[in-house]
Nanobody
Framework: QGQFVESGGGLVQPGGSLRLSCTSSGSIFSSTGMGWYRQAPGQQHRVVARMTSRGSASYEASVRGRFTVSRDNARNTVYLQMDKLQPEDTAVYYC?????????WGRGTQVTVSL
């Protein structure tokens, strides 16, 4: 299993939207699923959203109702649609296994929410 590769980040104003993509050289899904994580400066990775291998999604409380995780099996890609972005969403976003594999962290994609 290779590293994950994230893309789609950028600078957006509060209330705006972004869609992040995640792919991998191996299967995007482990036997248990995958997750989106974010890391703000000086902090550890924190889970944002997870999806099981059966497609059941769960969300961290602060993003519930604003973020949506989805997948395209044919493209081996998972997406994170982020709406109504807020400054506190600013972080580097990563994808990884449902239980993160330290060897598979990619470079992430920077999301900055600011006027």
């Amino acid at each position: 299993q290779g590293q994950f590769v994230e893309s789609g980040g950028g600078l957006v104003q509060p209330g705006g939207s972004l869609r992040l993509s995640c792919t991998s050289s191996g299967s995007i899904f482990s036997s248990t699923g995958m997750g989106w994580y974010r890391q703000a400066p000086g902090q550890q990775h924190r889970v944002v959203a997870r999806m099981t291998s059966r497609g059941s999604a769960s969300y961290e409380a602060s993003v519930r109702g604003r973020f949506t995780v989805s997948r395209d099996n044919a493209r081996n890609t998972v997406y994170l649609q982020m709406d109504k972005l807020q400054p506190e969403d600013t972080a580097v976003y990563y994808c990884n296994d449902f239980s993160p594999d330290p060897s598979r962290w990619g470079r992430g994609t920077q999301v900055t929410v600011s006027l």
